[in-house]
Nanobody, 114 residues
Framework: VQLQASGGGLVQPGGSLRLSCECS????????LGWYRQALGKQRELVAA???????NYVDSIKGRFTISRDTARKVVYLQMNSLKPEDTAVYYC?????????WGQGTQVTVSS
């Protein structure tokens, strides 16, 4: 299983980015698909996740600003990020869980700065 994350970049506060995570196999195979982030000097944290039943969870700090979605046909999971803040600056990783297995993408840098 390979996950390829893309879409990061430099954006001003208040701006938007959409992250994409392309999977080498059908995303319907997985129990949970998620986006994590790790800021410099901090632990990796779960940002958003969607399970096989479509139930979505968000960390409180991004509620109302970020949206996770999936395109099963394209085998892609998205993270739409709006109203970005400097504290959203981090490396963002996509993750896919299947039973006891956990797969990670390579990470994409998001920098929010004026």
């Amino acid at each position: 299983v390979q996950l390829q994350a893309s879409g990061g970049g430099l954006v001003q506060p208040g701006g938007s980015l959409r992250l994409s995570c392309e999977c080498s196999i059908s995303i319907s195979s997985f129990n949970v698909l998620g986006w994590y982030r790790q800021a410099l000097g901090k632990q990796r944290e779960l940002v958003a996740a969607i399970d096989s039943g479509g139930i979505i969870n968000y960390v409180d700090s991004i509620k109302g600003r970020f949206t996770i979605s999936r395109d099963t046909a394209r085998k892609v999971v998205y993270l739409q990020m709006n109203s970005l803040k400097p504290e959203d600056t981090a490396v963002y990783y996509c993750n896919a869980k299947l039973s006891r297995y956990s797969y990670w993408g390579q990470g994409t840098q998001v920098t929010v700065s004026s």
